[in-house]
């Protein structure tokens, strides 16, 4: 198969010199009722920025399961896809101008949002998609193959942006990655314009990266790990990198804003000794981080 590069359309103010209105964004993921993970983490820091979200639960869920058994309620396939069709055929889906998504309850799930995205795109050929592959971690996968199988075949063709963690992009390639330069051989063949692969390899011990790869360059943005940070990272990297490039912003400043907010939202919670991130009390981040993180640009690699 022969995959084309994508292009993330950027929003333009319409009045030089005046505060610029922020593109609306539908976001579809998880949602729990207590913590800030999924999509509570996405449109809180979205809306924080001054965006209009349109929030799309995939599944509902008490808590994040990591802090114990919890119910999941799935919408059933129909009402689901009723749902999407209504969404695309409101008299304002129009106004959508970005699409980010990312954990899914089922594979049908997936086939419903890749024709919500290209209808929705068919309306506003400019429509930005950000995926986040909520796949797994740490050698697990968080769903059954043949979903995660229809993850990759039918959302990432359609991508601008892909975030996927490192275990994730070695689950979408089929490769094993044990340095940088195999993360952006790697990223490379994903097919969106613009990939930042989370959890990469830090170049100072003690640290970990987000590792931005573009056909121009490749960037590394570098920060110490926080032990016992809580969930929920990735799910705000995603949605903070969609928003500053929807700014305007060239994509190493994006992953460097990005990065810089998580950074600092996880040293604060975990200061806090809160056990999911303080999205409400400390949500000055998102505009404008205090945390220093270090970004630099590496060599383009060899091709394997």
Known sequence: MTIIPKTIHKF???????????????????HVARGSVGNRAVVFALETLGHQVWSVPTVTLPWHPGHGPATRIVPDDTSFEAFCEDIAAAPHSSEIAA???GYFGSEKQ?????????????????????????LGDGGRLYRPRETLHAMRDRLLPLADIATPNRYELEFLTELSLTDNNHLVDAARTLGP???????AFGMLKGSIANLLVTSEATHLAEHRLIPGAPNGGGDLTAALLLARLLEGLRPEKALQLATASVFDMMARTTKRGADE????????????????????????????
């Open 193 to 199: 314009e613009t990939v930042v692969v989370t959890s």
């Open 99 to 101: 699409v980010i998504t």
């Open 110 to 134: 997936i086939e419903i949002a890749s024709r919500l995205i290209t209808r929705l795109r068919d309306e506003r050929p400019s429509l930005t998609y950000c995926l986040d592959p909520v």
């Open 277 to 304: 991130m303080t999205l409400v009390a400390d949500a000055e981040v998102f505009r404008q981080p205090l945390a220093m993180v270090q970004t630099r640009r590496l060599e383009r690699p060899r091709k394997l």
């Open 12 to 30: 333009d103010p319409q009045t030089p010199g005046s505060e610029p209105e922020r593109p609306v964004i539908l976001a579809m993921s998880s």
